[in-house]
């Protein structure tokens, strides 16, 4: 398996734009997760999908920001309209259905807002 | 609720010599425990961890790691540190007996290994 892919991987944006970033589980993971990773607050959990459902979305941090999951593989986080302060490196992750399964991790999108 | 602590931001170790990446946790029930690795620019790739059985948990790289109940800690070890393994460690809990899907992660640990 070519394992959870993200993209793109280097995002530049100027304020005030739309940003969508891109993610494709690994096959058969039930649980998608989209984590924010910032020298400041360390890695944060936005939102998590199970069976392509909104479980939790208690860390997304504003209405900007809008996550969707339309298929057993595809997931895009979206902010609009991107600030300065989102500038971040944004990781998505699967995993499989039980607890005790480890969640693997995409490469990450860098983003830069300015 | 669940949560991880990692006291150490630093650890420096000499290559060749035994080094160790501290971790304590919460959590109100028997908890699973599991460390990362992340490399720069790179996402975080998982190590080991630990859901029930024997103390000692191994994983890889030559890494392993002993779960102390008594002690809530989890600390990550390995016998003779390799320059290769200078990276941001974190630790992660999720308490089974809850709702909550997810982990949770500490803060992270940078390791350096001094060649």
């Known amino acids: 398996d070519a394992g959870v892919i993200q993209s793109p991987r280097h995002e530049v944006t100027e304020m005030g734009q739309e940003v969508t970033l891109r993610c494709k589980p690994i096959s058969g993971h039930d649980y998608l997760f989209w984590y924010r990773q910032t020298m400041m607050r360390g890695l944060e959990l936005l939102i998590y999908f199970n069976n392509n459902v909104p479980i939790d979305d208690s860390g997304m941090p504003e209405d900007r920001f809008s996550a969707k999951m339309p298929n057993a593989s595809f997931s895009t986080l979206k902010i609009q309209p991107s600030e300065p302060r989102d500038s971040a490196v944004y990781f998505c992750?699967?995993?499989?259905?039980?607890?005790?399964?480890?969640?693997?991790f995409g490469p990450g999108t860098r983003l830069t807002v300015t | 609720a669940q949560s991880v602590a990692q006291p150490e931001d630093q650890v420096n170790v000499a290559e060749g010599n035994p080094l160790t990446v501290k971790c304590t946790y919460s959590v109100s029930g028997n908890p699973y425990l599991f460390w990362y690795v992340q490399y720069p620019n790179r996402g975080l790739q998982f190590l080991l961890k630990?859901?029930?059985?024997?103390?000692l948990v191994k994983g890889s790289y030559g890494f392993e790691a002993e779960f102390n109940k008594s002690q809530t800690s989890f600390h990550l070890k390995k016998p003779s540190a390799l320059v290769s393994d200078s990276a941001l460690y974190f630790c992660?809990?999720?308490?089974?007996?809850?709702?909550?899907?997810?982990?949770?992660f500490g803060s992270g640990t940078q390791l350096t290994v001094l060649p």
């Open positions: 630990y859901i029930t059985g024997d103390n």
């Open positions: 992750a699967s995993s499989l259905f039980a607890s005790q399964y480890e969640q693997y």
């Open positions: 992660a809990v999720r308490d089974p007996s809850g709702s909550a899907r997810q982990l949770t």
